[in-house]
């Protein structure tokens, strides 16, 4: 637990903004949507849809965007195809594991997938 008196002279908060639902449906064109990223933004998740083929290369559009954006957070994650007909943006801290994490929540969980996308297996 954090009292007041064990954050004194810690830096102090600060809100971020930032953009936890956008998608890029083209790979070849991450130079275009890191243009088109709102610059007043601290973060951004990009969270394509499980079903779609892009997804499966999320990851390497993930690392380019972390390369041409180097002063702002980019996150991992996937707009999810919840049960029940809804949508939900799931986001992955960063890391080694964040694409299997990303891969085997559509795998075990999106109700567009059931588990049966032939890329899910490559992409794990």
């Known amino acids: 637990m954090t ?3 064990s954050t004194a002279g810690a830096a102090p908060w600060a809100w971020l903004r930032g953009d936890l639902h956008t998608h ?16 007043r933004l601290d ?12 997804f499966f290369e ?4 993930v690392a380019e965007l972390r390369q041409r954006w ?5 996150l991992s994650g996937v707009e999810w195809n919840a049960p ?3 949508h939900a943006c799931v986001v ?3 890391g080694a594991g964040e694409a299997d994490h990303a891969y085997a929540l559509a795998r075990g969980f999106d109700r567009h997938l059931g ?9 794990l």
Do not use: W
């Open 84 to 86: 029940g007909g809804g």
């Open 92 to 94: 992955f801290p960063p």
């Open 70 to 74: 180097t002063a702002r957070i980019v």
């Open 43 to 54: 973060f951004v998740a990009l969270t394509n849809h499980g079903q779609k083929p892009v």
């Open 24 to 39: 890029c449906e083209v790979a070849a064109q991450i130079g275009a949507y890191v243009d088109s990223i709102d610059p």
């Open 3 to 5: 009292t007041m008196s």
């Open 58 to 61: 999320q990851h390497d559009m």
């Open 115 to 123: 588990g049966a996308h032939p890329d899910i297996d490559a992409g």
